[in-house]
């Protein structure tokens, strides 16, 4: 369900900087990413096209959308033998767990972005959570929330303002919800130097049955 400008009547910045992070940080993290989603592309474009003319938001091109999963650490603290010892573990588990789809229909408002929810939540959290056992059993410890909403985002405030304008632009759209295939996730080596989500991928880790496909 969208929620009303009323909820969140003003969108805030969400490029300050979290700790540990400035220009030229390196960061490993699982994610799903959408680069041969056409459905996903469709509805994002839709989306783009409504937001163009709404100050404040950057806008998220088909090559940078993501569903943000499961952090490893900054790159240059991760030595590469404990990060091999990762994908190894998680593999194993992932082979366990079965493709998936993801459905997207209309977009929400946080105050730092704009973002679908993505249904059903059970296959990507059962995902990140062998994950998260995966990096538990070659560290101890793993960090960030056991709780997780499985969100893909569409646009970033870069700035404090109204939602009210936001809210306006969705209320324009009128498209049938994308589905996306999901078969695998990626090990990425994550940055936000250019106001963006940007990354190269480091490892593609196939889900289930996917496996006997490669």
């Known amino acids: 369900m969208t929620r009303h400008p009323d909820a969140h009547p003003q969108?805030?910045?969400h490029w300050w900087w979290r700790p540990g992070w400035q220009t030229g940080t390196r960061f490993l993290t699982f994610h799903f990413t959408f680069?041969?989603?056409?459905e996903v592309h469709r509805l994002a474009t839709a989306y783009r096209t409504a937001l163009a003319g709404v100050d404040g938001l950057d806008l998220v091109?088909?090559?940078w959308l993501h569903l943000t999963t499961q952090g490893l650490g900054f790159a240059d603290t991760a030595p590469d033998d404990e990060v091999q010892a990762v994908l190894a573990a998680a593999a194993s588990r992932l082979a366990a767990l079965p493709p998936f789809d993801l459905t997207l229909h209309r977009p929400e408002i946080t105050p730092e972005a704009v973002r679908w929810e993505a249904s059903p939540a059970g296959p990507p959290t059962a995902v990140r959570a062998a994950l998260r056992d995966a990096i538990r059993s070659v560290r101890g410890t793993v960090d960030g929330p056991e709780e997780f909403a499985p969100h893909i985002?569409?646009?970033y405030s870069n700035s404090a303002g109204p939602a009210?304008?936001?809210q306006a632009a969705l209320d324009t759209v009128d498209?049938?919800?994308a589905t996306a295939h999901v078969d695998h996730v990626e090990l990425i080596v994550l940055h936000r130097d250019r106001r963006m989500y940007q990354w190269e991928t480091h490892t593609r880790l196939p889900l289930g049955e996917s496996r006997t496909r490669d």
């Open 153 to 155: 985002s569409i646009a």
């Open 175 to 177: 498209t049938p919800p």
């Open 11 to 13: 969108m805030a910045d």
């Open 35 to 38: 680069q041969d989603a056409p």
């Open 164 to 166: 009210a304008p936001v």
């Open 61 to 63: 091109p088909d090559r």
